[in-house]
């Protein structure tokens, strides 16, 4: 099964989740600026909020790929004041015509004070169970 993991993260919460899912997968993670090449089983996508929204690189990047040559995405992120980016990103790979999973991960990300220190160590446990899931 060929895995692979993309990310958009401006405070490295992605970044750091995306860390746990590759762990799992056994592939290395990269930011959305990495195009994908070739055909892939399993697409991660992970992404947090900023002023209310996913940052538009996660578009850019869904238009850049061919739906055909990914069979699922799964979409992991966090945020500290609406209930999750997944849906957003649900949307957007939708609408390019991408088979989304039901299956989601979210957690709380920490905006300062505000949820600080998240994800923790705990959300990163549960990120890890939830990888094995889809995974192994
Ligand atoms: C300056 C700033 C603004 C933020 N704005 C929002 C927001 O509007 N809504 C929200 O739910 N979370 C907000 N957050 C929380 C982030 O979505 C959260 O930290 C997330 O983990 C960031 O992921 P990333 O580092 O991968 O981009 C904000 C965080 C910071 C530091």
Redesign the pocket.
């Given at each position: 099964m060929k895995t692979a993991i993309r990310?958009?993260?401006?405070?490295?919460?992605?970044?750091k989740m995306a860390e746990v899912v590759g762990e799992v997968a056994g592939v290395k993670p990269a930011s959305v600026d990495t195009p994908l090449t070739g055909e892939v089983d399993i697409l991660f996508i992970g992404?947090?909020?900023?002023?209310?929204t996913v940052n538009g690189r996660i578009k850019e990047f869904a238009r850049s790929l061919d739906p055909k040559k990914v069979k699922k995405v799964v979409l992991f992120g966090?945020?500290?004041?609406?209930k999750s980016?997944v849906p957003q990103m649900r949307t957007i790979f939708e609408e390019f015509g991408f088979n989304v999973a039901a299956e989601s991960f979210t957690c709380r990300?920490?905006?300062?004070p505000v949820h600080s220190g998240h994800?923790d160590a705990n959300d990163l446990q549960d990120l890890r169970e939830f990888t094995k899931t889809i995974c192994l």
């Amino acid at each position: 099964m060929k895995t692979a993991i993309r990310y958009y993260s401006k405070f490295g919460h992605s970044a750091k989740m995306a860390e746990v899912v590759g762990e799992v997968a056994g592939v290395k993670p990269a930011s959305v600026d990495t195009p994908l090449t070739g055909e892939v089983d399993i697409l991660f996508i992970g992404a947090g909020v900023f002023l209310g929204t996913v940052n538009g690189r996660i578009k850019e990047f869904a238009r850049s790929l061919d739906p055909k040559k990914v069979k699922k995405v799964v979409l992991f992120g966090s945020s500290a004041l609406i209930k999750s980016p997944v849906p957003q990103m649900r949307t957007i790979f939708e609408e390019f015509g991408f088979n989304v999973a039901a299956e989601s991960f979210t957690c709380r990300g920490a905006m300062g004070p505000v949820h600080s220190g998240h994800p923790d160590a705990n959300d990163l446990q549960d990120l890890r169970e939830f990888t094995k899931t889809i995974c192994l």
